[in-house]
């Protein structure tokens, strides 16, 4: 089973502030199919990256995802107040596909 | 654009299997993996697993002996199946169209 590790847990920032999230897995995803996912509580994630480094619809290009093989990044280049959540990765290229832990994206 | 709504009892008792629907509007199940994840309050998500258009499933190593993905002939509901529930299978379940398309979640709780 492929673990993904996110880091940090927390991530305490100002508004207008720059993001970046890892998510490191412990081996190599397969074409590097590793996606990011946006959670507000009670909310069911929203899709932000897919194929590692791929915005989804809709999504901000503030938003940028980078990486390949087991080390994977999520850059939000500057922080609006609807970005502090809880962010995900996924793999979904090796079986059986894996989640990070998470990390909170929090005002600080 | 596909949507998906999860159905199904909110309350399940210990040792009773725990049965959902997916439901499937502004498309139909003829592509893509259809998933079921879940997340116990205030946890993170847990892959349970998927099948494919074409009938192929793929299970959690560690759910595997209890769960049941399968397709409705009509093809625009799926369900999964999860035997012999414990309190650590309280979680909010999500269905799921590969990465992009999520129900709203629906929260079933294991308790007598």
């Known amino acids: 089973e492929t673990v993904l590790t996110q880091s940090p847990g927390t991530l305490s920032l100002s508004p207008g502030e720059r993001a970046t999230l890892s998510c490191r897995a412990s081996q190599s995803v397969s074409g590097s199919n590793l996606a990011w996912y946006q959670q507000k509580a009670g909310q069911a994630p929203r899709l932000l990256i897919f194929?590692?480094?791929s915005r989804a619809t809709g999504i901000p290009d503030r938003f940028s995802g980078s990486g390949s093989g087991t080390d994977f990044t999520l850059t939000i280049s500057r922080l609006e107040p609807e970005d502090f959540a809880v962010y995900h990765c996924?793999?979904?290229?090796?079986?059986?596909?894996?989640f990070g832990q998470g990390t909170k994206v929090e005002i600080k | 654009q596909v949507q998906l709504q999860e159905s199904g009892p909110g309350l399940v008792k210990p040792s009773e299997t725990l049965s959902l629907i997916c439901t499937v509007s502004g498309g139909s199940i003829n592509s893509h993996y259809w998933s079921w994840i879940r997340q116990p309050p205030g946890k993170g998500l847990e892959w349970i697993g998927y099948?494919?258009?074409?009938?192929?499933?793929n299970y959690n190593p560690s759910l595997r002996s209890r769960v049941t993905i399968s397709v409705d002939s009509s093809r625009i509901q799926f369900s999964l199946k999860l035997t012999s529930v414990t309190a650590a299978d309280t979680a909010v379940y999500y269905c799921?169209?590969?990465?992009?398309?999520w129900g709203q979640g629906t929260l079933v709780t294991v308790s007598s």
């Open positions: 194929g590692a480094s």
């Open positions: 099948i494919h258009y074409s009938g192929n499933t």
């Open positions: 799921a169209r590969g990465t992009a398309a």
């Open positions: 996924q793999q979904y290229g090796n079986s059986p596909w894996t």
